[in-house]
C-alpha cells in the first residue's frame, strides 16, 4: 500500500496542488464505506503528501453529506499522521476581514446529527477534545503565513454550523455573542475524528465573507465565496509548499497518543466485528495488531 505521513484535506476552491511531483491516484475502501474521492499522492516540496478534495471531484458532496469517517480512516490507512485541512469561513469580527487567514483553536459544534465518532456498536471511547487542534502544526501553519506575507490571526473559535444554507442574521449575531471568530460547516466532525485516529489536525482557514451580520457589508452568497477564493487560493498553497519542509519526522504532541487512555470498554468485551473495524486504531492497545482486512 502506498504511504505519506502529511494529508492534506482541500476544501472549496482547493481541488488540486500544483506541482506534486510522483504523482499516483489511489483508491481506498473502508469499513465506513468510500471516501469522497480517489486520494492523489505525490511529492510536493520533497515531502510525500496525499490530497484529497473533500467534496469530491466537481464538488459534488455536501457539507452534511460528508463520508469524514471513511476519509479519516482512509489517510490513517495510508500511514497519515498530520492532516492541514484548508476551509473557507465567514468572519463574525469586524477585524478579520475578507481575504484573510486564520489559524484557529477553538471549536462551537452547531452541527445536527453527523456520526462523529469511530466509537459505537458495542466500543466506548472518550479522547480529550480541550484542544480540538493540534498546537504543534497549528504554530507551524501560523509561522508558514507569516512568512509568505498573508494577514494572519493566530488562534480564534471556529463555529461549524449545519447548512447547507448560509446563517440566518439572527443566527449570525447569537455566535458572535459566543464568542466565536470564524464561521462554516466542514471542521467537524473531522476535528474529532481526527483526535480518535491519533492524526494531528489543524486548519488554515481563508476568510471570503463577513457571513451576514455586518451592518455595511452585503450578506454572504456562493458567488461571494468563490470570487474570494479566486483571489486567495494562491495565498494558501504558498503556504502549504512553506509548512510542509518544516515539519518534524517526530510526533511529541498529546494527538500521538490520544487514545492510550480513553477507551472505557474492557477488551474481553470488545465485539469481534468491531475489533476488526477499527484495528487500524486501536490494535496497539489491545496487546496486538488486529486483522482489518
Not at 471511547?125 to 509568505?148: I, N, W, Y
Request: with cysteine.
Amino acid at each position: 500500500m502506498p504511504e505519506a505521513k502529511v494529508g492534506i484535506i482541500g476544501g472549496s476552491g482547493l481541488y488540486n496542488m500544483e506541482g506534486m511531483a510522483e504523482v499516483e491516484k489511489v483508491k481506498v475502501s473502508t469499513p465506513f464505506g468510500e471516501p469522497s474521492g480517489a486520494i492523489i499522492l505525490g511529492n510536493l516540496e520533497r515531502v510525500r503528501v496525499a490530497f484529497l478534495p473533500r467534496h469530491g471531484e466537481g464538488h459534488r458532496i455536501g457539507p452534511s453529506e460528508l463520508p469524514a469517517k471513511a476519509n479519516i480512516y482512509a489517510l490513517k490507512s495510508l500511514g497519515v499522521e498530520r492532516i492541514i485541512s484548508v476551509s473557507a469561513v465567514g468572519s463574525l469580527k469586524e477585524e478579520i476581514e475578507p481575504l484573510d487567514v486564520v489559524i484557529p483553536d477553538q471549536l462551537i459544534d452547531a452541527t445536527k446529527g453527523r456520526a462523529s465518532t469511530f466509537f459505537t456498536d458495542g466500543i466506548v471511547g472518550h479522547v480529550s477534545l480541550a484542544e480540538p487542534f493540534c498546537p504543534v502544526l497549528s504554530q507551524l501553519s501560523f509561522e508558514a503565513s507569516t512568512k509568505v506575507g498573508a494577514k494572519v490571526h493566530k488562534g480564534g473559535t471556529y463555529l461549524v454550523m449545519e447548512g447547507p444554507q448560509f446563517s440566518t442574521k439572527a443566527e449570525s449575531q447569537l455566535y458572535r455573542s459566543w464568542g466565536a471568530d470564524i464561521i462554516a460547516m466542514t471542521a467537524l466532525p473531522e476535528a474529532k475524528l481526527a483526535r480518535e485516529a491519533e492524526i494531528c489536525y489543524a486548519i488554515i482557514a481563508l476568510v471570503t465573507d463577513y457571513d451576514c451580520w455586518h451592518p455595511s457589508c452585503e450578506s454572504v452568497t456562493t458567488e461571494m465565496i468563490l470570487i474570494n477564493l479566486r483571489k486567495g487560493i494562491d495565498t494558501v498553497k504558498s503556504i502549504l509548499k512553506l509548512l510542509l519542509p518544516s515539519i518534524p519526522q517526530k510526533r511529541d504532541c498529546a494527538c500521538a497518543s490520544a487514545l492510550e487512555y480513553a477507551i472505557a470498554t474492557e477488551a474481553k468485551y470488545i465485539p469481534e466485528k468491531k475489533r476488526k473495524e477499527l484495528g487500524l486504531l486501536i490494535g496497539k492497545y489491545l496487546g496486538k495488531e488486529e486483522d482489518v482486512s
